[in-house]
T-cell receptor
Framework: DSGVTQTPKHLITATGQRVTLRCSPR?????VYWYQQSLDQGLQFLIQ???????AKGNILERFSAQQFPDLHSELNLSSLELGDSALYFC?????????????FGPGTRLLVL | AQSVTQPDIHITVSEGASLELRCNYS??????LFWYVQSPGQGLQLLLK??????LVQGIKGFEAEFKRSQSSFNLRKPSVHWSDAAEYFC????????????FGAGTILRVKS
């Protein structure tokens, strides 16, 4: 158990809908990362937050957005969902934002868009 | 373009046999290098990491990896594989040319036969 929690574990929804994925980092970790894992794209970095501020952006679609709240939990919002958004979404956390920091991964949220 | 290559999609080894998983990266300088393992239905767990210094790095679960600058490689090894090692293994790098974000290889699925 990494100490990172993600809810829900599974999500089934329809095209065009909007969903919110939630992540609670390990106690004391200030940085949160979101990743998408799909069969065709592999594991891709989406976005990083540090202490409430956006720190780095990866291949995140404009239909997706994220935020980190004062209590350091983070939410990833996916809107206008398409079939291709079906994937496993991971959250990770680290104490600080630097590249040498070990990222601790949550168990993921599996999203299925029908 | 900067990339991380894991040339073997699947590898099957017998229990008790030795294991080597290959990882090559494309990068101008020495990046920070990581190996993660993902068991079915689980998040990613860090096995080991290399930033500098001794090029042979010891990790958890009896794994080690060797950084070879001349070959741009960071191969993961284990002298004797256990059935519980069956999982997917990801090599990842962080470096300025990757935008200081974690970039993953495509993964290698390890099957262990008894």
């Amino acid at each position: 158990d990494s100490g990172v929690t993600q809810t829900p574990k599974h999500l089934i929804t329809a095209t065009g809908q909007r969903v919110t994925l939630r992540c609670s980092p390990r106690s004391g970790d200030l940085s949160v990362y979101w990743y998408q894992q799909s069969l065709d794209q592999g594991l891709q970095f989406l976005i990083q937050y540090y202490n409430g501020e956006e720190r780095a952006k990866g291949n995140i679609l404009e239909r997706f957005s994220a935020q980190q709240f004062p209590d350091l939990h983070s939410e990833l919002n996916l809107s206008s969902l398409e079939l291709g958004d079906s994937a496993l979404y991971f959250c990770a956390s680290s104490p600080r934002p630097g590249g040498t920091e070990t990222q601790y991964f949550g168990p993921g949220t599996r999203l299925l868009v029908l | 373009a900067q990339s991380v290559t894991q040339p073997d999609i699947h590898i099957t080894v017998s229990e008790g046999a030795s294991l080597e998983l290959r990882c090559n990266y494309s990068y101008g300088a020495t990046p920070y290098l990581f190996w993660y393992v993902q068991s079915p239905g689980q998040g990613l767990q860090l096995l080991l990491k290399y930033f500098s210094g001794d090029t042979l790095v010891q990790g958890i679960k009896g794994f080690e990896a060797e950084f070879k600058r001349s070959q741009s490689s960071f191969n993961l090894r284990k002298p004797s594989v256990h059935w519980s090692d069956a999982a997917e293994y990801f090599c990842a790098v962080v470096g300025a040319e990757y935008g200081n974000k974690l970039v993953f290889g495509a993964g290698t699925i390890l099957r262990v036969k008894s």
